[in-house]
């Protein structure tokens, strides 16, 4: 097995949903098409990791300050039966009491409500939203956890091939969806739309710029950020969307970190931007409001009734760290 540890590859700690924690076993997928034989020739060792609806599913909680456990069920619990009527996908090898354990993702959505599908699963447990519950639920199980929502996703929204409107099939253990009409034979496999998310800094003045939308919470603000388009560099999208959005010139863009971000299917490259200019012009087609703040002012932000995005957040990782910088 390799499962990379995700400190070690850049000396910080990692962002959330960024710690791996698993084997995504590439040969096994290059080996095998069917996930179900797959599972069944490794049934004792098989353990699934069930959804509803893009909620993932949680073990109950033995107190009020006890944090939620993520939902791992052994296959055998569930049955053969029940896995073999769904969309299954393979995620990858953990390690799970000294041994190699295989997860496997599978979709129980087509159940109408919450308690079917929980009865399915043959656990006491719960579906939950991920971003309601992740603050708790850290490391590699947030990152599995993640993972298998955004494959979920994928499946559900390429049922039909893109080229000529026929339906697809599974393969690869759920890593490939192909054609079935063999005139056209096109492959699809899982998409991560690249986004840039940016803390514009002024240096002379020591402030950083922050937006907020319309659509956020009453005095929430953030960092800048947007999709990277076909044909761009990451600093070139940086630099765009910050010119787009508040009419400020940038320079000496340079990348922190990452982070998966499966709501749908993007990944977060956070950056950090020098301001070349300071005079706002604000689109506010994009965005309500834009300003630049001190440190002052950021750590005591509730003085103003404003507040920043959730610790989870690689917008706020992003501000923390340039606040603890002297």
Not at 64 to 85: L, M, N, T, Y
Not at 103 to 121: H, I, K, P, R, Y
Request: charged residues 20%; contains cysteine.
């Amino acid at each position: 097995m390799t499962d990379f540890d995700a400190y070690r590859l850049t000396a910080l700690a990692p962002n959330h949903f960024g710690y791996g924690g698993i084997d995504r076993d590439h040969l096994a997928r290059e080996q095998h098409g069917c996930p179900f034989d797959f599972l069944s020739d490794r049934l004792s060792q098989a353990q699934i990791v069930p959804l509803w609806n893009l909620r993932n599913f949680f073990l109950p909680v033995s107190g009020p300050e006890q944090p939620p456990s993520a939902g791992f069920v052994p296959a055998d619990v569930i049955g053969h039966e029940i896995i073999r009527e769904r969309a299954l996908i393979y995620l990858g090898q953990r390690r799970s009491g000294g041994q190699a354990a295989h997860l496997f993702a599978l979709d129980f959505s087509d159940l109408d409500d919450e308690a079917g599908a929980v009865n399915a699963v043959g656990r006491e447990g719960y579906f939950n939203e991920l971003r309601e519950v992740d603050p708790m639920i850290d490391g590699p199980d947030g990152s599995v956890l993640a993972y298998a929502r955004a494959m979920i996703y994928w499946h559900k929204r390429h049922l039909y091939c893109g080229r000529c409107g026929q339906p697809t099939s599974a393969s690869k253990l759920g890593h490939q969806r192909s054609c079935v009409n063999t005139d056209c034979g096109e492959m699809h496999f899982p998409r991560t739309d690249p986004a840039v998310i940016m803390l514009v800094t002024d240096r002379r003045t020591d402030r950083v710029l922050l937006g907020r939308q319309a659509i956020w919470p009453e005095g929430m603000y953030s960092t800048l950020a947007g999709f990277v388009e076909p044909g761009e560099t990451i600093e070139y999208a940086t630099a765009r969307e910050v010119f787009e959005e508040v009419g400020i010139q940038i320079t000496n863009v340079r990348y922190q970190h990452s982070q998966p971000w499966p709501f749908p299917s993007s990944l977060m490259l956070g950056l950090y931007a020098d301001a070349l200019t300071t005079e706002l012009n604000i689109n506010t087609s994009e965005i309500q409001h834009a300003g630049w703040f001190t440190r002052d002012e950021l750590l005591n932000f509730s003085d103003q009734n404003k507040f920043l995005p959730r610790k989870l957040s690689i917008s706020r990782r992003l501000i923390d760290d340039w606040l603890a910088t002297s």
